[in-house]
């Protein structure tokens, strides 16, 4: 049976080196998945094409021969599943329709609509056509990450409706992530029934807030769908990246019972060193370092890298996406020296 390196590396198995993967790998630096994009008209819909968002995914696989395939979607996939008005508006990103009173929630808990299928179909689909060494990867965005966007309406603001939401009404705020963590576990058991081998929480905005109110939101949803699905799939890993918790990492990783943690590039090597005992780390590459012009600089990063984390509870990735700009002959350039590097 072939060995899938990743999902060996999250069991703490001891491998010949370094399995990679990194976020955003499938997308807009590809020009084979520019000329798919350029043919649909809507971004959501793109995520239930079944037999192109099928070869998206792969598309990254055959290229750099990386060791995982990650589902592709989107983690507002989940709000537009629940009959939330979602959009992807060019230039803008996403707009939502925003949370403005208890009553919004009521559609919150229906039955996922007909496009959930096209989601799990795809996995499906994946399963029968990765070679058998590659894992599989599902994901959700966190409860936390996701209400943010339906209580701002779009991403990328300063969040202070959602702050004022949570500090003036923090029942209603409760309720939201609370019908969320529900619909998370629900979304991510019917993604390893399809054939995922592992799944991430993306908490995209976890850094955005401190103290009590990130041990209420970041991690005590994320702990309930880990508990959640360990106790249906206890051989299921999980991965969680809280990107920008910065001290709070350390919480996250002893409260949530995640088996990895993704680390953002301002986490340090010798801290990943330090927690890799613990939990398996993956992350920590600036995504900026692949644009540069000279590969010696992709090289200097990874070295900074591996020199420790070799052999350990590691997993080779960046910090955040690939971005848009990102030269192909520097990817290939980190996964074949990732591939190759010994100690």
């Given at each position: 049976?072939?060995?899938?390196?990743?999902?060996?590396?999250?069991?703490?198995?001891?491998?010949?080196?370094?399995?990679?993967?990194?976020?955003?790998?499938?997308?807009?630096?590809?020009?084979?998945?520019?000329?798919?994009?350029?043919?649909?008209?809507?971004?959501?819909?793109?995520?239930?094409?079944?037999?192109?968002?099928?070869?998206?995914?792969?598309?990254?696989?055959?290229?750099?021969?990386?060791?995982?395939?990650?589902?592709?979607?989107?983690?507002?996939?989940?709000?537009?599943?629940?009959?939330?008005?979602?959009?992807?508006?060019?230039?803008?990103?996403?707009?939502?329709?925003?949370?403005?009173?208890?009553?919004?929630?009521?559609?919150?808990?229906?039955?996922?609509?007909?496009?959930?299928?096209?989601?799990?179909?795809?996995?499906?689909?994946?399963?029968?056509?990765?070679?058998?060494?590659?894992?599989?990867?599902?994901?959700?965005?966190?409860?936390?990450?996701?209400?943010?966007?339906?209580?701002?309406?779009?991403?990328?603001?300063?969040?202070?409706?959602?702050?004022?939401?949570?500090?003036?009404?923090?029942?209603?705020?409760?309720?939201?992530?609370?019908?969320?963590?529900?619909?998370?576990?629900?979304?991510?058991?019917?993604?390893?029934?399809?054939?995922?081998?592992?799944?991430?929480?993306?908490?995209?905005?976890a850094g955005v807030i401190s103290g009590e109110y990130y041990q209420e939101f970041v991690i005590n949803p994320t702990k309930k769908i880990v508990?959640?699905?360990?106790?249906?799939?206890?051989?299921?890993?999980?991965?969680?990246?809280?990107?920008?918790?910065?001290?709070?990492?350390?919480?996250?990783?002893?409260?949530?019972?995640?088996?990895?943690?993704?680390?953002?590039?301002?986490?340090?090597?010798?801290?990943?060193l330090e927690w890799e005992s613990e939990v398996v780390v993956q992350g920590n590459i600036e995504p900026v370092v692949l644009l540069s012009d000279n590969q010696d600089v992709i090289k200097r990063h990874v070295d900074n890298v591996?020199?420790?984390?070799?052999?350990?509870?590691?997993?080779?990735?960046?910090?955040?996406?690939?971005?848009?700009?990102?030269?192909?002959?520097?990817?290939?350039?980190?996964?074949?020296?990732?591939?190759?590097?010994?100690?």
């Amino acid at each position: 049976m072939a060995m899938k390196k990743i999902l060996s590396v999250l069991k703490k198995e001891k491998i010949d080196n370094t399995p990679i993967w990194m976020m955003r790998q499938a997308g807009r630096h590809l020009p084979e998945y520019l000329e798919i994009r350029s043919k649909q008209q809507n971004f959501l819909s793109f995520c239930y094409d079944v037999e192109k968002a099928t070869e998206v995914t792969i598309q990254p696989v055959k290229r750099y021969d990386v060791d995982a395939a990650i589902l592709f979607s989107d983690i507002l996939v989940l709000p537009d599943l629940l009959g939330w008005e979602v959009s992807f508006k060019k230039g803008e990103g996403p707009v939502l329709k925003q949370l403005v009173s208890e009553k919004c929630l009521d559609s919150l808990t229906a039955p996922f609509s007909k496009n959930a299928s096209c989601v799990y179909q795809i996995i499906s689909n994946l399963r029968n056509q990765l070679q058998k060494e590659k894992t599989l990867i599902g994901f959700a965005g966190s409860p936390w990450t996701v209400a943010t966007y339906m209580i701002e309406g779009r991403g990328k603001q300063d969040f202070s409706l959602t702050k004022k939401l949570i500090f003036n009404d923090r029942p209603l705020a409760i309720k939201l992530i609370d019908i969320l963590t529900e619909r998370t576990i629900e979304h991510l058991s019917n993604q390893v029934e399809a054939g995922v081998d592992v799944v991430q929480l993306f908490d995209s905005w976890a850094g955005v807030i401190s103290g009590e109110y990130y041990q209420e939101f970041v991690i005590n949803p994320t702990k309930k769908i880990v508990t959640s699905l360990k106790e249906k799939y206890p051989q299921l890993p999980i991965i969680g990246f809280p990107r920008g918790s910065g001290y709070n990492y350390e919480e996250y990783i002893k409260q949530t019972g995640v088996d990895g943690v993704s680390v953002d590039q301002f986490i340090p090597v010798n801290k990943m060193l330090e927690w890799e005992s613990e939990v398996v780390v993956q992350g920590n590459i600036e995504p900026v370092v692949l644009l540069s012009d000279n590969q010696d600089v992709i090289k200097r990063h990874v070295d900074n890298v591996l020199e420790k984390m070799y052999g350990k509870n590691f997993i080779f990735n960046l910090g955040h996406g690939v971005l848009p700009s990102t030269p192909i002959k520097n990817v290939e350039f980190l996964v074949n020296y990732v591939k190759s590097f010994k100690q």
